[in-house]
């Protein structure tokens, strides 16, 4: 497909990438929909002219966040939705219909949401810009899972409108706000894997916070904190180990719990999330390594990266608040 794309970021593997779109005819438009969404017929009344879209599309994880313009008024059809998907207006107005419920979506009220495997039709407004959100099925029915610690019957049954003017759904839209402007900086923190493996993640809870399903008097139940013994565990594998690429799923499941016993447990016995003590623990042997290694055999950089540090300029800020100098001179220190 020639989709005249921009692209920032690497693209390979599950990395984060950029691309984008302009002055798409209905034939281009329902590829590049069918390619990052799902199967569409598109639709424009005859006397309003050819059918024109833009779009600028970044994926990060299981997580597609594009930002479509259209020309007139244009219809969508879809006869099932690939994973989960939420619209928010920026402009204009959205009509949809889907599992027998009609939602008119408007920019800063509320959004249309869709669940997986259920056709959806949708009718956009002329000059209407939206942003167009998909989590893929399997991911998003997971994190419900490490959440509630119980196995998920189904699909999720979100509902179909989300009040994005006020709460959680405000927040979660101003997300995905900061996500499709980040997604254009081939340098941001969102191309760092261990940011955008947070920042999706973050957006999946953020998204099953904000809007109601069957499960959502689950996640609102106080979580009981892991126990001392699991705790410990976990933080032993990290301090056995603190240069693998941690999860807070994967320490999770080391501890045998829930996400968020887990993170409770790690704020009531350790004072500090899981997240904040790996990095507490990569820089105290970062610390160690630099004092007693030798200036002409290695290099901060060396260093940082040995103990998982993928970003020299922020483990260097990190190093400064926890220690009060610079890496360079700790490296110097005494010779």
Do not use: N
């Amino acid at each position: 497909m020639r989709d005249g794309t921009t692209r920032v970021g690497p693209v390979a593997g599950a990395e984060p990438s950029f691309h984008r779109f302009a002055d798409l005819d209905a034939t281009r438009a329902s590829e590049m929909l069918r390619r990052f969404y799902s199967p569409v017929e598109i639709g424009v009344a005859e006397d309003a002219g050819p059918c024109r879209m833009s779009s600028s599309v970044l994926r990060l994880g299981p997580l597609t966040v594009g930002q479509l313009s259209f020309g007139p008024e244009t219809r969508l059809d879809a006869e099932a939705v690939a994973g989960y998907h939420v619209t928010l207006p920026l402009a204009g107005e959205l009509w949809t219909r889907h599992s027998d419920t009609s939602v008119v979506a408007l920019p800063a009220r509320s959004a249309a949401v869709f669940r997986a495997g259920h056709p959806v039709e949708s009718l956009h407004t002329a000059g209407m810009s939206e942003l167009d959100v998909k989590i893929e099925q399997g991911a998003l029915e997971d994190e419900l899972e490490a959440l509630i610690e119980r196995r998920v019957q189904g699909t999720i049954d979100l509902a179909a409108a989300m009040d994005v003017s006020s709460g959680p759904g405000r927040t979660w839209a101003q997300l995905m706000r900061l996500l499709r402007d980040e997604g254009q900086d081939g340098t941001g923190l969102i191309y760092q894997p261990l940011i955008a493996d947070r920042l999706w993640r973050s957006v999946l809870t953020g998204l099953l916070m904000a809007v109601p399903h069957r499960y959502s008097d689950a996640l609102a139940r106080p979580v009981r904190p892991g126990p001392p013994r699991a705790i410990r565990r976990v933080a032993d594998a990290i301090q056995a180990e603190p240069h693998r690429p941690f999860t807070v799923r994967e320490l999770a499941e080391l501890g045998g719990m829930s996400v968020r016993s887990l993170q409770e447990g790690f704020r009531r016995h350790l004072g500090a999330t899981p997240m904040s003590y790996l990095q507490q623990v990569r820089l105290a042997r970062s610390h160690e390594a630099l004092l007693h290694a030798d200036p002409q055999c290695t290099t901060v950089a060396a260093i940082a990266h040995r103990w998982g540090f993928t970003h020299l300029g922020r483990f260097a800020q990190a190093y400064r608040v926890r220690y009060g100098v610079h890496p360079s001179a700790s490296l110097r220190a005494d010779r």
